[in-house]
């Protein structure tokens, strides 16, 4: 069969890229001869497989011809049905299903994160263009009650982030001393200061991680002098150089997923609700920084964190396969 596969790729985001090979590996496992077109930018840096064929994202013309010969439109994951990063972003995959309700093709989303809407015609077109979906899995349980709440009925199906599907987490040994340490540029207005005042005072050293360069680097720069390595490479493994800290603090929703995957307890530094829901389903720390806090508060969390790794080690043990399994439910999509 044919497939469309559509969502934020191309761009040097671990977790998106991240999203796409699990994708088409789903897609891989029900269908022995898949055919692949991907909605790709056209001067992307980061080349695709010889299997995916990239379609412009921008070209109406390429990706409606890309559309009508695909048996089914695909989602592949993320939280892309939002207003938060711009209008325009949800006008564009709306679009998309808009085209492929026109030609009549069946349109699934995978493992999607739902945030409410900033703008009552968001929240209006998130409901029409969910109402044309054939099959709707939800990430987390808050995102399927956002759902459910703004289309007033049930819909879609809990499953789980793509990120976890077919994966079997590991707990190896501790072999690096310190915090591996995400952060990110946002959109959202977030108080920082307490970031600032731990960066100052840690007691252990800082190692930097990086998920969408360069980015990721600028934003890590401006916290301090520490080194700083990418995931971009081996996402979800840890590299041998790397090595295994006692503990993460991310920012970047797929930072804690890797933190997870890997049986490495972690503070969510929340920038949004998705990152929020992770750390709750998962026993996991967190802390808001869309709310103001002491400037020492990240730093005495971290204490306190400190003193209980043993029982934050236990509830990934205890929870992460659960996740994973209800990940594997995006199979049903198909």
């Known amino acids: 069969m044919n497939y ?105 989303l995978l493992g999607q994160g739902f945030s409410a809407p900033s703008r009552i015609w968001s929240r209006r077109l998130i409901r029409w263009a969910i109402s044309r979906c054939h099959w709707v899995g939800c990430r987390d349980r808050p995102s399927k009650d956002r759902l459910d709440h703004m289309m007033g009925y049930p819909t879609g199906i809990l499953t789980g982030d793509m990120a976890f599907a077919f994966r079997e987490p590991t707990c190896p040994p501790t072999t690096k001393e310190g915090v591996f340490l995400s952060v990110r540029k946002t959109t959202t207005p977030i108080h920082i200061q307490s970031l600032h005042h731990f960066v100052a005072h840690c007691p252990v050293p800082i190692q930097g991680i990086s998920l969408e360069s360069p980015h990721d680097e600028t934003a890590l720069q401006a916290l301090g002098q520490f080194p700083i390595d990418s995931l971009h490479d081996h996402f979800p493994g840890p590299s041998p150089e790397m090595g295994i800290p006692h503990l993460v603090m991310g920012m970047r929703y797929h930072a804690c997923v890797w933190a997870a995957l890997n049986g490495i307890p972690f503070i969510a530094i929340a920038y949004d609700d998705k990152v929020i829901a992770l750390a709750q389903e998962l026993g996991q720390p967190y ?23 043993p029982d934050l080690r236990t509830r990934l043990r205890n929870r992460v396969p659960e996740l994973c399994q209800r990940a594997n439910q995006n199979r049903l999509a198909f």
């Open 4 to 108: 469309l596969v559509v969502g934020y790729y191309g761009y040097g985001n671990t977790g998106d890229d991240d999203l796409l090979a699990q994708t088409v590996r789903l897609i891989g496992m029900g269908d022995p001869v898949p055919r692949y077109r991907i909605a790709y930018p056209l001067n992307s840096p980061f080349p695709l497989p010889p299997q995916l064929i990239p379609v412009p994202r921008f070209s109406i013309f390429e990706l409606g011809s890309a559309i009508r010969a695909a048996d089914t439109v695909v989602f592949g994951g993320g939280g892309i049905f939002q207003d938060q990063s711009s209008f325009r972003s949800l006008a564009y995959y709306s679009a998309i299903v808009g085209i492929a309700c026109l030609f009549k093709k069946r349109v699934v």
């Open 287 to 309: 802390l808001d920084l869309r709310h103001h806090h002491p400037d020492a508060e990240l730093l005495e969390m971290y204490h306190i964190t400190m003193n209980g790794l």
